[in-house]
T-cell receptor
Framework: DQQVKQNSPSLSVQEGRISILNCDYT??????FLWYKKYPAEGPTFLIS?????DKNEDGRFTVFLNKSAKHLSLHIVPSQPGDSAVYFC?????????FGGGTRVLVKP | EADIYQTPRYLVIGTGKKITLECSQT?????MYWYQQDPGMELHLIHY???????EKGDLSSESTVSRIRTEHFPLTLESARPSHTSQYLC??????????????FGNGTRLTVT
């Protein structure tokens, strides 16, 4: 049973435009949500997080939105840059466990 | 920023061999984790540790074992490698539980191929 789902396996966007990545979860006990970025042959790198008591967190070009009632979060990247091309993982935390989604591969075209 | 090191980066080994994947971190983090990831799939937790002499199995059943004799070191061992063990193994550490908002810091992983 997959508790964290990223339903779009891939996304292609033009440089300078907005990238929107979506993530759905089923476990209402999750209290922190995180986004990681992963380049090939490297480990995931932490990007941004949001507490379940908030609905928005912003850090530079990255903004995460949380809709608890819909059990949905999204990551907005604006403007998108070629260096943003990577796989993005959504993750949800409860206690000592971090559960990951399957990832979305983003390709930013120059 | 946490420094966490995994060796080897790539390993190709024959069936039946015993292997140990090394993971070390220099930040003094108590929590350490091993995740397994197949290409295009989510990361699955296979082992975690709260501190020295503490190890627990994760959500995904694994034939591997781990040990935590020193804070900085969290090796993973497969006694008899099989082709089904072919995967990427990612080690991570954090100062606190992720449920408290503490992100995990990952190493660059070991890509294991068992022939």
């Amino acid at each position: 049973d997959q508790q964290v789902k990223q339903n779009s396996p891939s996304l292609s966007v033009q440089e300078g435009r907005i990238s929107i990545l979506n993530c759905d979860y089923t476990n209402s006990m999750f209290d922190y949500f995180l986004w990681y970025k992963k380049y090939p042959a490297e480990g995931p790198t932490f990007l941004i997080s949001i507490s379940s008591i908030k609905d928005k967190n912003e850090d530079g070009r990255f903004t995460v939105f949380l809709n608890k009632s819909a059990k949905h979060l999204s990551l907005h990247i604006v403007p998108s840059q070629p260096g943003d091309s990577a796989v993005y993982f959504c993750a949800a935390a409860a206690g000592n466990k971090l559960t990951f989604g399957g990832g979305t591969r983003v390709l930013v075209k120059p | 920023e946490a420094d966490i090191y995994q060796t080897p980066r790539y390993l190709v080994i024959g069936t039946g061999k015993k292997i140990t994947l090394e993971c070390s971190q220099t930040m003094g983090h108590d929590k350490m984790y091993w995740y397994q990831q197949d290409p295009g799939m989510e990361l699955h937790l296979i082992h975690y540790s709260y501190g020295v002499n503490s190890t627990e199995k994760g959500d995904l059943s694994s034939e591997s074992t781990v040990s935590r004799i020193r804070t900085e070191h969290f090796p993973l061992t497969l006694e008899s490698a099989r082709p089904s063990h072919t995967s990427q193994y990612l080690c991570a550490s954090s100062p606190r539980d992720p449920g408290g908002g503490s992100p995990l810091h990952f190493g660059n992983g070991t890509r294991l191929t068992v022939t």
